[in-house]
């Protein structure tokens, strides 16, 4: 067979880009960053002076695994110390930390003014949904050579915008209908994957090489695998495009209303064994109840810490008591 030969994808310069309309693919834009503070401003020093106190994501990569990790948490200076020191290379004998999708947002706002939602990318659906249905979109990543991140597609057909601000970050990626012919082991640096599925399949293999100042737009449902050449430091975003709209209030709607229907026999239950007029509460449909939203939570994302809380107390002692036995469905 063939080496592998992937295309390299399109550079655009930002000046000339309007709108995301006219782009179907994934392109890097350059310029986009220029006017950002944060490219001088976001060094590990003002990070350990400013934020070192927060508790941040933190993947451990156990020796010999560049795809498999255990997620941690770490106070951001004792990551920091780790980072600077780690050697940095390559090598999978060591175990590795990267600090990968830090939702930044919640813990420390003031980071916002450090940089601008480039225009082409600040059209974002999300903006117009319910606050309470709003969810935390942007991340930094502190990255380590040999932590990658897994074949995937981004959650709900957001589209991402990746800003590499120093140090560089390499890509492959496929076209929604290639990817969706991968299986859960397959992997773009593969050459199996390659023989046996994306030979096949419709589109090329695009790869790209990010370095600071590069911006790279992923349109929804592309999937794509990274890889951490270098230590680098990124920031990087979802949204929701308009072409979008449909796919994410499909997959999103989902999400939302399976957690209600098990809320509503929850609360069914309880309400039921009130009409029973042995005024005990279900524990057990209570605790299970409980234990499915919690799961539900923590999996979906951990910006929604405010929907926990307001779960926890559901269950407080009092909560629902304003339901009337004749309230029963
Ligand atoms: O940089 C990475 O490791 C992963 C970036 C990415 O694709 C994502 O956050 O969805
Ligand atoms: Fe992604």
């Known amino acids: 067979m063939a080496p592998i030969s992937p295309t390299p994808l399109r550079v655009l310069d930002g000046s000339t880009v309007t709108t995301l309309e006219d782009i179907d693919g994934p392109v890097v834009i350059r310029g986009l960053q220029d006017e950002w503070r944060a490219r001088e401003l976001w060094t590990v020093d003002h990070f350990r002076h400013q934020y070192g106190g927060l508790r941040v994501p933190v993947r451990e990569y156990p020796a010999g695994s560049e795809y498999e990790y255990a997620l941690s948490e770490d106070g951001l200076a004792d990551f920091l110390d780790y980072w600077e020191k780690s050697q940095a290379d390559h090598s999978l004998a060591r175990d590795r930390r990267y600090l990968a999708e830090w939702n930044f947002v919640r813990d420390c706002p003031g980071l916002l003014d450090d940089f601008s939602i480039p225009a082409i990318f600040s059209d974002d659906w999300i903006d117009r949904l319910p606050e309470q249905v709003r969810f935390g979109r942007m991340w930094i990543f502190f990255g380590e050579p040999g932590c990658s991140t897994g074949l995937h597609c981004d959650t709900f057909s957001t589209s991402a915008w990746l800003a590499v601000l120093d140090g560089s970050k390499e890509l492959r990626l496929v076209t929604p209908e290639a990817g969706r012919a991968l299986r859960a082991d397959d992997s773009l640096w593969s050459e199996r994957t390659h023989d046996e599925v994306l030979r096949k399949s419709a589109g090329p293999l695009y790869e790209v090489t990010l370095r600071a100042g590069d911006t790279l737009y992923i349109p929804g449902d592309w999937y794509h695998e990274v890889r951490n050449p270098e230590r680098n430091l990124m920031l990087t975003a979802n949204f929701v495009e ?67 809380r307001a779960l926890l107390e559901w269950d407080a002692p009092g909560a629902g008591a304003t339901e009337a036995p004749n309230g029963a469905r």
């Open 242 to 308: 308009e072409r979008k709209l449909l796919s994410f209030l499909a997959q999103f709607e989902t999400r939302l209303t399976e957690p209600l229907s098990v809320l509503r026999q929850a609360r069914n239950a309880q309400v039921r064994a009130w009409a029973g007029g042995d005024g005990r509460h279900d524990e057990l449909a209570r605790e299970e109840f409980r234990a499915r939203q919690l799961d539900w939570v923590r999996a979906m994302t951990s910006d929604l810490r405010e929907y926990e």
